[in-house]
């Protein structure tokens, strides 16, 4: 992940049933789903903060782990939780952090911060309680970069050749999580 607080992103996720590249410049977002070889391609000027926003509220995309990309965390992690523990600390990846972990009545979810003068957030996992079977997702983060550590090119996505270019209304899934897991009701 590669972050301009204020207003870009380059996100590379991959896992069992993903594998995307996203980039936003502050101007345009692109999603490239690598497997379908396929992307779309979005206006939204502004911040990330409001990229995030446009992209849960108006084309019904929730960003994973949304809150830890928003120019205030504490802010949209806290409010919901209703207990918190100190786990001490942990290792991730060679690095030694703190293990905190957090209740909220929807989800639990924990987070590992590099400790020292430079603390980043190095693994972030989420329980869905309200999900059959109380699925966990993890993101590990394996390169935090933000501000003068990256080159302005960072924020740009080379689409390859053949790759299809759809509307973003008609985006497939590139989800993580298969179709077949229900919510709990």
């Known amino acids: 992940m590669i972050l301009n607080w ?8 991959k896992g069992g049933f993903a594998d995307v590249e996203f980039v936003f410049d502050g ?11 396929a992307y779309a391609q979005a206006e939204v000027p502004g911040t990330v903060d409001h990229l995030v926003d446009e992209l849960r509220d108006k084309c019904n995309r ?8 928003m120019s205030n965390p504490y802010k949209e992690l806290m409010p919901l939780v209703v207990d918190t523990k100190d786990l001490g600390s942990g290792v991730i990846r060679g690095v030694e952090c703190d293990h905190l972990a957090f209740r909220t009545e929807e989800v639990d979810w924990q987070i590992w911060i590099a400790q020292g003068a430079r603390p980043y957030p ?8 309200k999900v059959a079977g109380s699925p966990q997702y993890t993101i590990d983060v394996r390169s935090w970069k933000t501000g003068a550590e ?32 229900a919510i709990k009701r």
């Open 27 to 37: 101007k345009t977002a692109t999603l490239l789903g690598k497997d379908a070889n």
């Open 6 to 13: 204020s207003d870009k992103i380059h996100v590379t996720r």
């Open 150 to 181: 990256v080159a302005a090119d960072k924020f740009s996505l080379q689409i390859p050749a053949g790759a299809k270019k759809i509307n973003p209304s008609d985006l497939p899934d590139f989800d993580e999580l298969p179709s077949f897991f």
């Open 122 to 129: 190095c693994r972030y996992v989420i329980t869905s309680k």
């Open 62 to 69: 929730p960003v994973p782990a949304a809150d830890l990309l």
